[in-house]
């Protein structure tokens, strides 16, 4: 289990930072918690984890970059 930061979200995957490096086409579990105030609609509250692939990962300082795409499209 890993602490991210989401950096952007859509209906189709969300762009992530992580403080390890993944390994690319592994599917990972996301757990979103509920939106705040400034967030899109896009995430309903109570959101179930949701499956995605690693696509993509670019090392930057102490985090990795890491774009996700969804096993099935949210919203």
């Known amino acids: 289990m890993e602490l991210a930061k989401t950096l952007d979200v859509s209906a189709l995957g969300a762009f992530v930072t992580c403080p390890r490096p993944l390994v690319l086409n592994d599917i ?34 102490d985090v990795y970059l890491i774009g996700v795409e969804f096993l099935k499209p949210i919203g």
């Open 28 to 61: 990972v579990t996301l757990t979103i918690p509920a939106p705040s105030i400034t967030s899109t609609a896009l995430v309903p509250a109570g959101m179930p984890p949701i499956q995605a692939r690693v696509k993509r990962q670019q090392e930057a300082g």
